[in-house]
């Protein structure tokens, strides 16, 4: 027997009142209290929905206070989630959390997939840790502070303090911690009344707390599933049809809070995402969704969540009372009212579960009934035919015993479909097969005729032999092209016929024609050079001269890919005008070294091999190694002085004779 175990304050946690009983009795190991409470000594801490409730209250004294309900309803995160969960999974879990036959509490709640976490650390309010150790000389955790979504005590209207105990996942899971036992923030920092963002996390905490005030609320989802589309339907937010405007409600949700503050409660909407919670949560499923979203939703909607548990009043009997316009039309199509607002006095119906009302339509002269479930536009069409009348009774009766019409004209006379006619004559006894153009029987729309296949092979022969007769000169593709369904039916069911009787292949016309390639090489070949020119001076980014290449600048590249072998002249002048892949990467390095000289000055070497795009390979050819070096020489100071001129080392004769009877001396110095 648990002779010491603590009486709860308000709204304490069940793991709270163990950690107090664990500083209470100082226990020498940490699993000395699980061994003492679970009578199991690996058994594990749980914070918001622990279980095995049942084997610590039997170890109680006789009028202790703490009860399995009792623990249950004040003092566990359960009253948080039974409004939104299904009502047989309700029980089960208070069940399981009774017995502890099964550690699965949690994921029966949906914790697990919800993908709304709870906070990583446990929270507390300094106001209320203040008035706690006045009142009772200690404080606690309190578990209205450590659900997700209650960032704000709604008595002291101020933000929660984090501590430095680990909540989620717990850092030590056979160890209770208790609030007094650690260094709890003393600051409190109070909201801001005129920011939005801060009014809906007070509104938050207050309807979490009104949550957990509640005893076993458990209405089922079918009602949440009815009570948001009332509080959706009077809010505009859906179609005449019963669907809900997703987009409008996403576009109002987001208004609302902000991006920034649903992302901070784990509730984030995306535009371009279709299937988000807010759709999930409208779905009548049995899937339970996070509570916050629930609260988030009814938030947007400025819902008072004891008016959406507990409704006063009704939405279904203001929309049951509002009289319905009219007049109404009579759509019996064999009705000589037929499309005329003949009808002015039609019946109501209470709403569907979609909150959309329904009227009952019905036509005086003919008998004709219908449903509708839009009561302020003059309908179109029948939603549901609910009684058909005599008149369209008997012109159905007639019809059907006139053999010239088919079923289809029928249909069409009657405003139905073909299978509709099928189905009302069997209601009526009429007899079955029906004779006419086609035999109508009860299994199918038709009876359907028995075919020869002789016969219908042998019709299909004589159709191709009299396409093949008035063209006796057409080969096989003209014949297939006038008659492609033919062909076909042929080809898959008669094809050895098909082979034998088909037009001979007929011979190709060869047009020859004769083309001078020694006047054509003459022409070409001087072209060559002004094509090279071309390429080598496009602007920008060099380009290769290749075969390929001069053939694009001259609009004879097939020619070229053909036939340069006939244009002996012309392939030998492209042989030499054409450029390596060494030849190519040198002019490359020229050229970046121009540019990079007109744009920079100097440059270094490295600079200039990424300008280039040379590569390892290509870079150690001997052409591009020479074209590097040349450009990358040191600058020289060149001074040109005539013949006969001093110098600051006296006069300066040419040791060689100079071309052109020029006869220069030259000093060169290097750059410093």
């Known amino acids: 027997m648990i002779a010491c175990f603590p009486v709860p304050y308000p709204d304490e946690l069940w793991y709270s009142l163990c950690a107090r009983f664990s500083d209470r009795m100082r226990f020498p190991t940490e699993t000395g209290v699980m061994l003492a409470l679970h009578r199991w ?35 566990t995160a359960l009253p948080y989630y039974s409004p939104f969960l299904p009502a047989p999974r309700h029980a089960d879990v208070r069940r399981v959390m009774a017995d502890g036959s099964e550690p699965s509490v949690r994921v029966r709640c949906g914790v697990c997939t919800n993908r709304v976490r ?25 578990r209205l502070f450590q659900l997700p979504g209650v960032e704000v005590c709604p008595v002291h209207e101020v933000f929660l303090a984090p501590s430095s105990v680990r909540l989620d996942p717990l850092e030590i899971r056979h160890q209770y911690i208790s609030a007094e036992s650690q260094r709890l923030a003393t600051v409190t920092h ?24 509640q005893e076993r609320l458990n209405p089922g989802l079918d009602f949440l599933y009815r009570r948001y589309r009332d509080v959706l339907a009077s809010k505009g937010l859906v179609t005449r049809a019963g669907s809900v405007r997703v987009g409008d409600l996403r576009r109002q949700v987001v208004a609302k809070c902000g991006p920034r503050l649903l992302e901070f409660l784990q509730s984030g909407l995306r535009a371009d995402t279709k299937d988000d919670w807010l759709v999930c949560l409208l779905r009548n499923s049995s899937s339970a969704m996070a509570p916050l979203r629930h609260l988030l939703l009814l938030r947007t909607l400025d819902v008072n969540l004891e008016r959406f548990f507990h409704p006063e009043w009704s939405y279904r009997a203001v929309l049951c009372a509002r009289p319905p316009a009219g007049p109404w039309p009579c759509l019996n199509p064999v009705c000589g009212h037929s499309n005329k607002l003949s009808i002015g006095q039609v019946q109501t119906q209470p709403s569907d579960a979609n909150a959309a009302g329904h009227i009952i339509v019905r036509c005086h002269q003919c008998g004709y009934t219908y449903q509708v479930r839009d009561a302020e536009e003059k309908p179109r069409r029948v939603m549901r035919v609910i009684d058909r009348g005599p008149i369209w009774t008997e012109v159905l009766r ?62 299909h022969r004589q159709a191709w032999v009299g396409l093949r007769r008035p063209n006796p000169n057409a080969g096989i593709k003209k014949i297939r092209s006038m008659a492609p ?43 060559i050079a002004t094509a090279v020119l071309h390429l080598k001076n496009l602007a920008g980014k060099p380009r290769q001269v290749t075969v390929t290449a001069i053939g694009r600048v001259l609009g004879k590249q097939a020619l070229f890919e053909a036939s340069l072998a006939k244009l002996p002249l012309t392939r030998s002048v492209i042989k030499g005008t054409i450029e390596s892949a060494e030849d190519f990467a040198a ?28 590569y390892r390979q290509i870079e150690g050819l001997p052409k591009v190694q020479a074209a590097l070096d040349c ?20 006069p300066v004769t040419p040791s060689t004779p100079a071309p052109f009877q020029l006869r220069p001396s030259a000093i060169v110095r290097s750059a410093p």
Request: aromatic share 8%; net charge positive.
């Open 41 to 75: 000594r690996t058994a594990v801490s749980t914070v918001d929905l622990p279980h095995r409730l049942d084997s610590v209250v039997s170890q109680l004294p006789a009028g202790h206070p703490c009860t399995v309900d009792a623990l249950i309803d004040h003092h």
């Open 118 to 142: 709870p906070p990583k650390f446990f929270r507390s309010c300094p106001a209320c840790d203040r008035a706690n150790r006045r009142q009772y000389g200690e404080t606690y955790w309190r």
């Open 190 to 213: 109070g909201i801001d009344q005129h920011d939005p963002a801060h009014q809906i996390l007070l509104g938050l905490a207050k309807d979490v707390d009104w949550l957990l005030r």
């Open 398 to 459: 007639k019809q059907w015993a006139d053999p010239s019409l088919t079923l289809r004209q029928m249909a069409i006379t009657l405003g139905v479909d073909a299978m509709t006619v099928k189905n009302q004559a069997a209601k009526l006894n009429l007899p079955f097969p029906r004779e006419g153009k086609r035999r109508i029987a009860m299994g199918g729309v038709y009876v359907h005729k028995q075919r020869d296949p002789e016969r219908v092979k042998r019709n």
């Open 485 to 527: 369904a033919l062909y076909a039916w042929l080809y898959r069911n008669d094809r050895a016929w098909l082979a034998q009787n088909q037009p001979p292949r007929l011979r190709p016309a060869v047009t020859l024609s004769y083309i001078d390639w020694a006047k054509r090489d003459l022409e070409l070949a001087p072209q």
């Open 587 to 614: 002019r490359r390095v020229y050229a970046a070294a121009a540019r990079l000289r007109k744009a920079d000055g100097e440059f270094p070497r490295w600079k200039l091999i990424r300008a280039a795009g040379l």
């Open 631 to 650: 450009e990358t020489r040191p600058f020289v100071n060149v001074t040109i002085i005539s013949d006969g001129d001093s110098a600051s080392r006296g």
